[in-house]
């Protein structure tokens, strides 16, 4: 496999360094810094870690994304199911307008981060600010944002947040294979266990991991209209149960008829790791911003950690997920 210079690991081509605002070269040298399980900078920005690119796309969402109060945005750590979140809510919200699954469905052709893009994507550009409002509702957009960082318009609205998150451990060790497939032999990449080390105290894109789940966790209890919460793991388990829930959240609940005509099955059955895995787009296409599609699928299964993590490392990680979570009533 080709390998990606580390301008390119988890960046669009199109951004540089040297495209970053004036605001963010300014902002930059003020930030904590460390080095990242794959790239040589993260920067801590109001207690959550990025990359200097992705903080001047993240930093102009925040700045100029107006959400409407239909808009759908769809948020997770890097690593907990993103893609497979991306494809159920395409499919359900689209399920009228493509009603035959098997044909001519948008999700045979095109790798789910290609129908929902990352606001970060669409804000990378320092000199141009997209236009948003021409797409037709309801917009689904996606972001890693932490729930404080959010856009101002986003927390105003009523648009709705689908949260879903994962075990650390198999949000861990996908985040492992996903860099090392990125940057195969490179000098950047940490060893597992100082990745694993950095991991834990909080130093990973977009973390801590565990902040970064509280803040959604938090405001779905507050807020449960607004912010739906959702773990990989249970989705896993009861897909069906909770892509109805998703539906009833989003205001578009399948109805008897729809239940019975077995459209609840044909989108698990086309948003499904094998069927997306195995499309040709997933196999050997590649996004517009050079990441190819299939780093995207690897096992898609959960307990995945045990392969890979010693049982020091099991223990030290769940200890912290148990201090961090338990007295918030939430655990794995
Ligand atoms: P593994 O590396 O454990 O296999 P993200 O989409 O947030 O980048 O997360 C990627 C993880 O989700 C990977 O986990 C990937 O295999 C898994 N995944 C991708 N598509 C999936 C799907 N349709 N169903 C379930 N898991 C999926």
Request: aromatic share 12%; glycine share 4%.
């Amino acid at each position: 496999m080709e390998k990606l210079s580390d301008e390119n690991i988890f960046v669009p081509k199109c951004l540089q360094e040297s495209d970053l605002s004036q605001e963010c070269k300014e902002l930059i040298p003020t930030l904590p810094l460390e080095k990242g399980m794959f790239t040589a900078a993260l920067h801590q920005y109001q207690g959550f870690w990025f990359t200097p690119n992705f903080l001047q796309g993240d930093l102009s969402c925040q700045k100029h994304f107006q959400a409407l109060d239909n808009d759908i945005l769809l948020v997770t750590s890097p690593k907990s199911g993103t893609t497979w979140l991306k494809a159920l809510s395409f499919a359900l919200i689209n399920r009228n307008k493509y009603p035959n699954i098997h044909i001519n469905h948008p999700l045979l052709t095109t790798n789910p981060h290609g129908l929902v893009p990352f606001l970060v994507n669409l804000y990378f550009d320092k000199d141009f600010v997209p236009d948003l409002q021409k797409i037709p509702p309801p917009r689904l957009f996606s972001t890693h944002l932490p729930y404080e960082l959010l856009p101002k318009s986003v927390k105003e609205s009523t648009c709705k947040v689908v949260y879903l998150c994962r075990d650390p451990k198999d949000t861990f060790v996908s985040l492992w294979h996903f860099g090392n497939k990125l940057v195969p032999q490179s000098s950047e990449v940490l060893s597992l266990e100082d990745a694993f080390k950095s991991f834990c105290k909080g130093v990973s894109l977009y973390g801590p991991f565990w902040e970064h789940v509280l803040g959604y966790w938090k405001k779905s209890l507050e807020s449960s209209e607004k912010v739906m919460f959702l773990k990989y793991e249970e989705m896993k388990m009861k897909p069906d149960f909770y892509l109805k829930e998703i539906a009833k959240f989003l205001e578009c609940p399948f109805s008897k008829e729809e239940e019975s005509k077995g459209v609840v099955d044909d989108i698990l059955n086309l948003c499904s790791f094998e069927n997306l895995s195995n499309l040709e787009v997933n196999k050997t296409g590649k996004m517009s911003y050079g990441v190819e599609n299939k780093v995207y699928f690897r096992l898609g299964q959960v307990g995945d950690w045990k392969n890979l993590l010693t049982i020091e490392m099991i223990e030290h990680i769940n200890t912290i997920t148990e201090n961090k979570f338990v007295k918030h009533g939430l655990n794995f």
